[in-house]
């Protein structure tokens, strides 16, 4: 792919805004390897890509820090959004190229969905980064938040909260 279809993002995956992509120019990639987690999506990815199960997944995923969760926090773990940000949108990345792939991937990865899921904060970020990933393709947002919920991975409660959410207040009178 062209280096500027990539930058406009055009091409096989065409609304598509993944911040942990490894496809970007080298200025970019340069300024996107200093994001946390970006060692780990990397791993992730090729994971992924080499047929990984739900286990190695789990095991890539517990190295990434909590930034929710202070250091002398000796409280219960809180939700991890970084954990939901590298697995969801390389997931996503890497299936962007139907309908079809995305939701074989979620059913792929449904255990671990749900595991990163498994608090209110949790279920909103899920909805938050499937948006950011896919908010220049309002069509594959929406199929996608009706599959979320089908499978059971947030629930409407979730969605109403994050639909009438500030953050997509421009949303409305778009």
């Not at 791993?43 to 250091?71: C, E, G, R």
Request: aromatic share 8%; with cysteine.
């Amino acid at each position: 792919m062209a280096l500027h279809t990539t930058l406009l993002g055009y091409g096989p995956c065409i609304g598509l805004d993944e911040v942990y992509s490894t496809e970007k120019s080298t200025g970019v990639r340069d300024w996107i390897s200093a994001l946390p987690g970006y060692a780990v999506a990397v791993t992730l990815t090729n994971s992924i890509k080499n047929k990984a199960v739900n286990d190695d997944i789990f095991n890539i995923l517990k190295d990434l820090p909590n930034p929710n969760q202070d250091d002398d926090d000796d409280e219960g773990i809180s939700f991890n959004p970084l954990k939901i940000e590298v697995f969801l949108q390389c997931l996503l990345n890497l299936a962007c190229k139907s309908f079809s792939h995305s939701f074989s991937a979620l059913a792929k990865f449904h255990e671990v969905l749900k595991a990163l899921t498994d608090s209110e904060e949790g279920k909103l970020h899920v909805l938050r980064v499937a948006y950011d990933v896919w908010k220049n393709h309002p069509q594959m947002t929406a199929v996608l938040v009706d599959k979320l919920i089908r499978t059971q991975i947030v629930d409407c409660a979730a969605v109403a909260n994050w639909i009438f959410s500030p953050e997509l207040a421009p949303e409305f009178t778009r």
